[in-house]
C-alpha cells in the first residue's frame, strides 16, 4: 500500500465511495479542503477583531464582523464538519455540498464573501 493510498484510508468519511467519482487528484481535493478550513478560522480571527470596533462606537464594524464570523462558520461546518460535531445537521450539510461540482463551491464562497 502506497502512502498516497494510506492517507486516502485515513481522510475518507464514513460511508464515502472508495473510487472516486471525478478526475480531481486526491491530494489536490484535500489541499482544498484544508485551505477552507484553514481560511475560515482565519476569517473568524478577523472577524473578531473587526468586532471590536463596537469599543469606537463604530456599529458598521460591528455588524461586518459579526457576518464574517457567520459565513466563516459556515464554510468550516461545509470543509471540516469533524470541527463542527456537536451540531446535529453539520454533517447532511457537509454531505451537500460535497456532491455538488467544485465550481459550485468556488462561486458559492465567492458570493458570500462579498457580503461583510
Given at each position: 500500500m502506497?502512502?498516497?493510498e ?36 482565519i476569517a ?9 470596533g463596537i ?7 460591528f455588524?461586518?464582523g ?5 459565513i466563516a462558520f ?6 471540516a464538519?469533524?470541527?463542527c460535531?456537536?451540531?446535529d ?25 462579498f457580503?461583510?
Open positions: 502506497s502512502f498516497g494510506k492517507i486516502t484510508k485515513l481522510m475518507e468519511r464514513p460511508g464515502e465511495d472508495p473510487n472516486p467519482k471525478d478526475d480531481v487528484p486526491w491530494w489536490m481535493k484535500y489541499a482544498g479542503r484544508g485551505l477552507g478550513t484553514v481560511g475560515s478560522f473568524i480571527f478577523l472577524g473578531l477583531l473587526n468586532c471590536s469599543l469606537l462606537a463604530d456599529v458598521s464594524c455588524l461586518s459579526a457576518l464574517q464570523i457567520i459556515i464554510v468550516t461546518c461545509c470543509e464538519p469533524c470541527c460535531m456537536f451540531i445537521h453539520v454533517q447532511r450539510l457537509s454531505d451537500f455540498v460535497d456532491h455538488r461540482p467544485y465550481w459550485n463551491r468556488a462561486a458559492a464562497y465567492c458570493v458570500l464573501s457580503s461583510p
